[in-house]
T-cell receptor, first 117, second 110 residues
Framework: GAVVSQHPSRVICKSGTSVKIECRSL??????MFWYRQFPKKSLMLMAT?????????EQGVEKDKFLINHASLTLSTLTVTSAHPEDSSFYIC?????????????FGSGTRLTVV | QQQVKQSPQSLIVQKGGIPIINCAYE??????FPWYQQFPGKGPALLIA?????SEKKEGRFTISFNKSAKQFSLHIMDSQPGDSATYFC?????????FGTGTSLTVIP
């Protein structure tokens, strides 16, 4: 089946530095990828929708300058948390679909635990 | 506004029991209803999904019941096992719109 690889699985960084998280579709081309943030014991919160070759669409309240998303190829999307602060510590998850329509089902990455100290 | 309402928030059952998780929605444009299972520190994994033209779908020990008129759907786990202990999310989608429920933490006691 479809596999989405997310890397790194865990990262600890110092406050003020930037962190890049990669999301790769391993056996299919993902025209659309999604980035979520999940707080402990909470549901997934959609941050942005990333379309290959175009600018990402951010959800209301998500700072696009802080959470930079790049979808440069059909198999790779990256999320860069810039000038990270402790409040950015969270679990970040990507998902991808080859059709860009949820009805076909989306595959989720294994998530990245970001801790900003 | 929560597009998909999920209950209960947590559930504890004995091994072999049949936990039931319920979800409700309002938007009749939703046309695909997946359920995801998430273990701590991992991303959600698709468990089973249903479309509104079907009232029930079964895959192994997992069954989705769908009531289109009531705009409700539920997940039943037959013969639950301790390994089923996880958080379960329902979702509803229409085109590029995707909404998760709030999640149910299931604990199956040996």
């Amino acid at each position: 089946g479809a596999v989405v690889s997310q890397h790194p699985s865990r990262v600890i960084c110092k406050s003020g530095t930037s962190v890049k998280i990669e999301c790769r579709s391993l056996d299919f081309q993902a025209t659309t990828m999604f980035w979520y943030r999940q707080f402990p014991k909470k549901s997934l919160m959609l941050m942005a929708t990333s379309n290959e070759g175009s600018k990402a669409t951010y959800e209301q309240g998500v700072e696009k300058d802080k959470f930079l998303i790049n979808h440069a190829s059909l198999t790779l999307s990256t999320l860069t948390v810039t000038s990270a602060h402790p409040e950015d510590s969270s679990f970040y998850i990507c998902s991808a679909s080859s059709q860009g329509v949820f009805s076909d089902g989306y595959t989720f990455g294994s998530g990245t635990r970001l801790t900003v100290v | 506004q929560q597009q998909v309402k999920q209950s209960p928030q947590s559930l504890i059952v004995q091994k072999g029991g049949i936990p039931i998780i319920n979800c409700a929605y309002e938007n009749t444009a939703f046309d695909y209803f997946p359920w995801y299972q998430q273990f701590p520190g991992k991303g959600p994994a698709l468990l089973i999904a249903i479309r509104p033209d079907v009232s029930e779908k079964k895959e192994g020990r997992f069954t989705i019941s769908f009531n289109k008129s009531a705009k409700q759907f539920s997940l039943h786990i037959m013969d639950s096992q301790p390994g089923d202990s996880a958080t379960y999310f329902c979702a509803a989608t229409a085109g590029n719109q995707f909404y998760f429920g709030t999640g149910t933490s299931l604990t199956v006691i040996p």
